[in-house]
């Protein structure tokens, strides 16, 4: 589906009918990626519907050359929500870069918003506070394997990131490390906005689901505890044998606390 704006068109993707959810995906990944692991949370549960953007560079929105800032970004996310549901109440949602962006979302619509959902979110874009990589599960043969098929750049980005180098995992995460993006535009784009995203009016008193790595090398995960202020009715869940691919690492849990999550923003928005 196609957002048209004055001056760019982005595209999203849309499932299902009811309470709309907005999920920004991460740097560089179009919004098939959230999709690939969320998407299973709302098998048998109706009532939602979920809105996967493409930002600017990534997927099929193109990255016009107009657009060399995060705060720009910022607002192109916020005219498709404003004209993709216009109006309604909905529930922001972000993965890694993608998480800070939706908190930066926040403040501007903070009224609308009934729910915020984090998954390994870039906190603090400057903070450089984060565990050594390590990989925990190491399958024999798989990075050969990886480096035919995908080529060794693309497989030692695997290697260094992964904390579950396993087949499995690997099928999940190749289609990510192929995605469709524009390199040259996203190079240039500032990965911050202006102002303090957590720096909140009033505190969002609407519940909340961080999730992240406790092995997380590429953005962390100890600074989401200085949001409990912000946030009090946040779950902050870090969770060990997960890195920054956790929704594939522990797919279970994560997929358990989502649906935990979901059943929580019901109770207060009804239904």
Known sequence: ME???DDITVHYESFGAGRPLIFLPGWPDPGWVPADYLEPVFIGRPGWRRIYLDLPGRGA????????TNDQVLDIVIRVIDQAIPGERFVLAGHSAGGYLARAALQHRLGLVDGLLQVVPVIDPADDDRP???TLVSEPGLFDRMTAELGADAANRFARAAVVASTEVYERVKPVMAGVRDDRFLDHLDDSVSFGVDDLPAPFRKPALFVLGRQDAVVGFRSAFGLLDAYPRAT??????????LPWEQEGLFRALVDEWLSRVEEVAGG
């Open 236 to 245: 902050v869940a870090v969770l060990d044998r997960a890195g920054h691919g």
């Open 3 to 5: 957002c048209r704006l």
């Open 61 to 68: 929105t193109k990255g016009e050359p107009w657009i060399t």
């Open 132 to 134: 050594e990589p390590v």
